[in-house]
């Protein structure tokens, strides 16, 4: 069943923060998060697995609440780089198989 | 490195032609992947191929084939296609089967049937 992310679009301006939310109505083993520019295919960020720690670089991070099947996508300070559509995955059980949400776009102005 | 490479870019096709799409890695990955884009939208997985020799459908295999013809190719096969497939397709890879893996995507195929 695919995730469901919210908002569905968020507007910035540079320096400002965002979070990106990703939730699930099953049990997860592992979420993933992706950057995919206009025109362009995604790009890996992050993944965070079940019983892991928080993960991040540079100025974006991420958190996975197991019990509630949710993650959270961190975006702190935010540069016109990051402008783009955000997409979590998720697989229910330790395989590769992702289900990917709708996505979230990220649009980060001067 | 090339990574994941896709061949065609581009394809315009005419209702009830075949086609196949062609994907390589250079990573030595085990698990390969077909998703397709439609505007607005999330990836959708079509098929996929956890290691070689194995294939299994994925959401939206209907109408689609795959072939996973070594560890390195994985092409996608319409047979018949019709205007519901007009998609941007891209073909992913990851590690070991089995443990989750980050997936890296090719630069996807723009594909309009009329």
């Known amino acids: 069943q695919q995730p469901v992310q919210s908002p569905q679009a968020v507007i910035l301006r540079e320096g400002e923060d965002a979070v990106i939310n990703c939730s699930s109505s099953k049990a997860l083993y592992s979420v993933h998060w992706y950057r995919q520019k206009h025109g362009e295919a995604p790009v890996f960020l992050m993944i965070?697995?079940?019983?892991?720690e928080q993960k991040g670089h540079d100025k974006i991070s991420a958190s996975f609440n197991e019990k509630k099947q949710q993650s959270s996508l961190y975006l702190t300070a935010s540069q016109l780089s990051y402008s783009g559509t955000y997409f979590c995955?998720?697989?229910?059980?330790?395989?590769?198989?992702?289900?990917f949400g709708e996505g979230t776009q990220l649009t980060v102005n001067p | 490195n090339a990574g994941v490479t896709q061949t065609p870019k581009f394809q315009v096709l005419k209702t009830g032609q075949s086609m196949t799409l062609q994907c390589a890695q250079d990573?030595?990955?085990?698990?390969m992947y077909w998703y397709r884009q439609d505007p607005g939208m999330g990836l959708r997985l079509i098929y996929y191929?956890?290691?070689?020799?194995?294939?299994d459908k994925g959401e939206v295999p209907n109408g689609y084939n795959v072939s996973r013809l070594n560890k390195r190719e994985f092409s996608l096969r319409l047979e018949s296609a019709a205007p519901s497939q007009t998609s941007v397709y891209f073909c992913a890879s990851s590690g070991l089967a089995g443990i989750s893996y980050e997936q890296y995507f090719g630069p996807g195929t723009r594909l309009t049937v009329t």
């Open positions: 995955g998720t697989d229910g059980y330790s395989g590769s198989r992702l289900t």
């Open positions: 191929s956890a290691s070689e020799g194995t294939t």
């Open positions: 965070l697995l079940k019983g892991g």
């Open positions: 990573m030595n990955h085990n698990s």
